[in-house]
């Protein structure tokens, strides 16, 4: 165990693709934790689709040894998507490494990390990277982050790449970042700051010891303040980067606590840890802490899709995986829900659509389990009309945000679950204020695209060569191609951060479409009502185009309450009943053509349509 004065607990923040995990390497290198031979690139990017994207999603956290003192790393994902991981890393920290790329300055997420930073009072060491690039611009960079508070002493100029000048920033850790000032004769504090599930090892929680020290014993008890479970850990450990077991760990240490626990629900991110009941033991004495530490904010799910097993049989190996991301993913939420067309599944939520990507793909990776997306939805809040009853609509307590003048307002996460119209007095949407950087030249483009998305100009302001715009744009607007289409109009570099604002007030509309006539819930969406029409003709097209041939013709049609507004059919098999007829006149062909009308008439009448996964594929994927 370390003594405190000697441990230094710091993150590396910065915007994605600045170098963090680049820098993370040399620091593990220097230090002598990992060898030459052992070193590869983004050594913390564990995950293999981390590795592939180049993204840090799942915070790292590394204890290194250096002339006597023990850093404690925790790499942090840049991304905006996994901003909650930042601050739940930082919590766990006294101090940051703010990393400015050199090539293109200050931008959107470096401001929202070191937002964050400041709120947790932490020192912050600002770097230069890439300084080794043709294109560094030194001195502009330099500025920017003097206009943040900085000054010119306090800024290291490095190349994480090649390792130049990487000693200096060691260097600033021990004598600027302050050392833990835990308790360590109080009763044990310990934050749960993440977690994983390990088949040997049950449950493992990622923890910082605020006050007190923790000793293996195999009759210790430990309890989690939130849950009130008490638990018996089976080995105590540190990641020097690989997890190493240890004895115990001391105020002010950063290592992990393997509970055992099956049950992934009993040890939750955010929670304290503090001794369990141990009476009649030789650990009676320790007395448990009756003060639990802050904690975290929940993270709010912004997103929201169903996905469902492609198999029946794969509905409890799904519910499982579920179970177990959750666990790493504090911000991943889910709960089973059913639905005609694709049986049984789940309504999850995210933060982003990268987040449901990363998910899915996880899903498939780590379970081998391929899930059926449906189509993205944000969350609406709709205010039903003065003396209607919530339960009849098949609304429950959990449903409702607020009462007020006899007016109920519930929030809804999918089109299913949107009311008749006759019920509701408004529906509101949320609002997003978005932060985009971006070179000076484009900012023509960028306003089209927001005008184009229904964004409400805020602010623009020049930082020399760069532009700062604010805009509030509706987040139905964002999820489905805003961040593509700002890339490729910014030629990639424009960056892009964004939190919740407010609740507007907006005309939305739920489109069902049926299929012979017959409602397909799964592809019922919620829309614009100015862009209901467009929305709806190019779903039906797309429709029409993978649904097979029957003998007879299938109307597909979308519809808003009894209303039908677009329409397209497929086209029926046609045999030809005349072909055998030679000569007779006029009416024999007539008679033979009516009774084949009659009868595609009752297949029609009689006929199911099946509708292929391949259908599902195609109007669910994003355009």
Same mark, same amino acid.
């Given at each position: 165990?370390?003594?405190?004065?000697?441990?230094?607990?710091?993150?590396?923040?910065?915007?994605?693709?600045?170098?963090?995990?680049?820098? =993370?390497?040399?620091?593990?290198?220097? @230090?002598?934790?990992?060898?030459?031979?052992?070193?590869?690139?983004?050594?913390?990017?564990?995950?293999?689709?981390?590795?592939?994207?180049?993204?840090?999603?799942?915070?790292?956290?590394?204890?290194?040894?250096?002339?006597?003192?023990?850093?404690?790393?925790?790499?942090?994902?840049?991304?905006?998507?996994?901003?909650?991981?930042?601050?739940?890393?930082?919590? *766990? /920290?006294?101090?940051?490494?703010?990393?400015?790329?050199?090539?293109?300055?200050?931008?959107?997420?470096?401001?929202?990390?070191?937002?964050? =930073?400041?709120?947790?009072?932490? @020192?912050?060491?600002?770097?230069?990277?890439?300084?080794?690039?043709?294109? #560094?611009?030194?001195?502009?960079?330099?500025?920017?982050?003097?206009?943040?508070?900085?000054?010119?002493?306090?800024?290291?100029?490095?190349?994480?790449?090649?390792?130049?000048?990487?000693?200096?920033?060691?260097? *600033?850790?021990?004598?600027?970042?302050?050392?833990?000032?835990?308790?360590?004769?109080?009763?044990?504090?310990?934050?749960?700051?993440?977690?994983?599930?390990?088949?040997?090892? %049950?449950?493992?929680?990622?923890?910082?010891?605020?006050?007190?020290?923790?000793?293996?014993?195999?009759?210790?008890?430990?309890? /989690?303040?939130?849950?009130?479970?008490?638990?018996?850990?089976?080995?105590? %450990?540190?990641?020097?980067?690989?997890?190493?077991?240890?004895?115990?760990?001391?105020?002010?240490?950063?290592?992990?606590?393997?509970?055992?626990?099956?049950?992934?629900?009993?040890?939750?991110?955010?929670?304290?840890?503090?001794?369990?009941?141990? #009476?009649?033991?030789?650990?009676?004495?320790?007395?448990?802490?009756?003060?639990?530490?802050?904690?975290?904010?929940?993270?709010?799910?912004?997103?929201?899709?169903?996905?469902?097993?492609?198999? #029946?049989?794969?509905?409890?190996?799904?519910?499982?995986?579920?179970?177990?991301?959750?666990?790493?993913?504090?911000?991943?939420?889910?709960?089973?829900?059913?639905?005609?067309?694709?049986?049984?599944?789940?309504? /999850?939520?995210?933060? %982003?659509?990268?987040?449901?990507?990363?998910?899915?793909?996880?899903?498939?990776?780590?379970?081998?389990?391929?899930?059926?997306?449906?189509?993205?939805?944000?969350?609406?809040?709709?205010?039903?009309?003065?003396?209607?009853?919530?339960?009849?609509?098949?609304?429950?307590?959990?449903?409702?945000?607020?009462?007020?003048?006899?007016?109920?307002?519930?929030?809804?996460?999918?089109?299913?679950?949107?009311?008749?119209?006759?019920?509701?007095?408004?529906?509101?949407?949320?609002?997003?204020?978005? =932060?985009?950087?971006?070179?000076?030249?484009?900012?023509?483009?960028?306003?089209?695209?927001?005008?184009?998305?229904?964004?409400?100009?805020? !602010?623009?302001?020049?930082?020399?060569?760069?532009?700062?715009?604010?805009?509030?744009?509706?987040?139905?607007?964002?999820?489905?191609?805003?961040?593509?289409?700002?890339?490729?109009?910014?030629?990639?570099?424009?960056?892009?951060?964004?939190?919740?604002?407010?609740?507007?007030?907006?005309?939305?509309?739920?489109?069902?479409?049926?299929?012979?006539?017959?409602?397909? !819930?799964?592809?019922?969406?919620?829309?614009?009502?100015?862009?209901?029409?467009?929305?709806?003709?190019?779903?039906?097209?797309?429709? *029409?185009?993978?649904?097979?041939?029957?003998?007879?013709?299938?109307?597909?049609?979308?519809?808003?309450?009894?209303?039908?507004?677009?329409?397209?059919?497929?086209?029926?098999?046609?045999?030809?009943?005349?072909?055998?007829?030679? %000569?007779?006149?006029?009416?024999?062909?007539?008679?033979?053509?009516?009774?084949?009308?009659?009868?595609?008439?009752?297949?029609?009448?009689?006929?199911?349509?099946?509708?292929?996964?391949? #259908?599902?594929?195609?109007?669910?994927?994003?355009?």
């Amino acid at each position: 165990m370390s003594d405190q004065s000697h441990i230094r607990n710091f993150a590396i923040i910065a915007h994605i693709d600045h170098g963090k995990s680049t820098l =993370a390497d040399r620091l593990l290198e220097m @230090t002598g934790t990992v060898t030459k031979r052992e070193m590869h690139e983004q050594l913390l990017d564990s995950n293999p689709i981390e590795r592939e994207r180049g993204i840090t999603i799942k915070l790292a956290p590394v204890r290194m040894q250096w002339q006597g003192y023990t850093l404690n790393l925790i790499d942090t994902p840049g991304h905006v998507d996994f901003g909650y991981e930042v601050s739940r890393s930082l919590a *766990a /920290c006294e101090g940051a490494l703010l990393v400015v790329d050199a090539t293109q300055g200050v931008q959107a997420q470096t401001l929202a990390n070191l937002h964050q =930073a400041r709120l947790h009072n932490l @020192t912050i060491i600002p770097i230069l990277n890439k300084i080794d690039m043709p294109h #560094a611009r030194i001195e502009e960079t330099r500025e920017e982050l003097r206009a943040l508070g900085f000054v010119d002493e306090e800024m290291i100029e490095i190349s994480a790449k090649t390792g130049k000048n990487v000693d200096a920033v060691l260097a *600033a850790v021990l004598e600027k970042i302050p050392p833990p000032s835990g308790n360590p004769e109080a009763p044990l504090r310990a934050l749960i700051f993440s977690s994983i599930y390990d088949t040997h090892r %049950g449950v493992v929680v990622f923890v910082r010891i605020v006050d007190g020290s923790i000793s293996f014993d195999p009759v210790l008890r430990i309890n /989690c303040m939130a849950t009130n479970s008490d638990i018996a850990p089976i080995e105590l %450990g540190i990641f020097s980067p690989a997890m190493t077991r240890v004895e115990g760990l001391a105020s002010g240490e950063v290592g992990y606590i393997a509970t055992g626990l099956k049950d992934v629900k009993l040890a939750r991110v955010g929670d304290t840890v503090t001794y369990g009941n141990m #009476a009649g033991t030789k650990h009676e004495d320790l007395v448990p802490s009756r003060e639990p530490l802050a904690g975290y904010k929940e993270p709010q799910s912004m997103v929201f899709l169903g996905l469902f097993p492609l198999s #029946a049989d794969e509905y409890q190996d799904a519910r499982e995986a579920m179970e177990k991301l959750q666990l790493s993913d504090s911000a991943f939420t889910f709960r089973p829900v059913s639905s005609l067309a694709l049986g049984n599944g789940f309504h /999850c939520g995210f933060l %982003g659509l990268l987040h449901a990507e990363v998910v899915q793909e996880r899903i498939l990776r780590e379970f081998d389990l391929t899930m059926l997306a449906t189509s993205p939805s944000v969350e609406y809040r709709v205010t039903l009309k003065t003396g209607v009853d919530y339960h009849k609509l098949g609304f429950t307590q959990n449903h409702i945000v607020s009462e007020a003048n006899n007016q109920i307002t519930v929030a809804i996460q999918s089109a299913t679950e949107l009311p008749d119209p006759t019920y509701v007095e408004k529906v509101e949407e949320p609002m997003m204020q978005v =932060a985009i950087y971006s070179p000076k030249r484009f900012v023509g483009a960028i306003m089209q695209l927001a005008v184009e998305k229904r964004g409400e100009y805020v !602010d623009l302001v020049y930082v020399g060569d760069q532009a700062q715009f604010t805009y509030l744009i509706p987040l139905s607007e964002m999820i489905i191609d805003f961040f593509d289409r700002l890339k490729s109009i910014t030629e990639g570099y424009a960056s892009l951060d964004y939190e919740f604002f407010d609740w507007a007030t907006a005309k939305v509309v739920k489109v069902d479409i049926l299929v012979n006539k017959e409602k397909v !819930d799964a592809f019922s969406f919620l829309v614009l009502e100015a862009a209901a029409v467009l929305r709806s003709r190019e779903i039906v097209e797309r429709l *029409a185009a993978v649904i097979p041939k029957q003998q007879f013709e299938i109307p597909i049609q979308a519809a808003i309450g009894g209303s039908v507004i677009a329409r397209a059919d497929v086209k029926g098999f046609r045999k030809d009943v005349i072909q055998k007829l030679y %000569g007779g006149d006029r009416t024999r062909k007539d008679k033979l053509l009516k009774k084949q009308k009659k009868g595609k008439a009752k297949m029609k009448m009689i006929g199911r349509v099946e509708i292929p996964q391949s #259908a599902f594929f195609a109007v669910l994927k994003r355009s």
